[in-house]
């Protein structure tokens, strides 16, 4: 009966330290996930996009790379209320997160400009900013548009080279009436 009672002591404690080893692991990932993710979005904030992006593009090529803004979106917080606004920024990326499927990722670069880096077998550029749009519109019942710059990453690339290349793209996305995806021509290399 002695040894009975031992193994279950033993059992006991092994089942209490392994419970509070499980939660000191969720707290742990809780606390990550809040220091590395924007609460209203989800979104990776800035620097947990470039750490997690580069590390992302360094192993692997043919990732596509984009730089999304939302059209106007000061008008819509300034004519609809901030609550419209927030609700435009969540669903919308929501949307691209979801499209996603986990495999890639979406970093917060300020107010309401984002980076976007998927594999390339992923979903197409233009779809992912559509699907925002459409999205956004609807969770705050007005036109909530975005425009996105896109480009295909090479190897020895760096992510900073690439994101130039979508931001300009995103510019010219802009210029040209907003509310569409440009895509940008890809760098002719030297032989």
Known sequence: QGVVALAIAFISVVAMITTMMI????????????????????????????????????????????????????QLND????????????????????????HGMVGRLGGEEFAVVWPGAGPAPERLRAALSQAASAACGVSATASMGATRHHPGETLETALHRADQALYEAKAAGRDRCVEAPQPTRAS
Do not use: P, Y
């Open 23 to 74: 939660e000191k692991s969720r707290t742990h990932a809780a606390w990550r996930r809040q220091a590395d993710c924007d609460d209203l979005t989800g979104a990776l904030n800035r620097r947990a996009f470039f750490e997690r992006a580069a590390a992302l593009l360094s192993g692997a090529d043919g990732h596509q790379i984009a730089m999304l803004d939302f059209d106007h979106f000061k």
């Open 79 to 102: 004519r609809h209320g901030h609550r419209s606004g927030d609700a435009a920024l969540s669903a919308g990326i929501g949307r691209v997160l979801a499209l996603l499927d986990g």
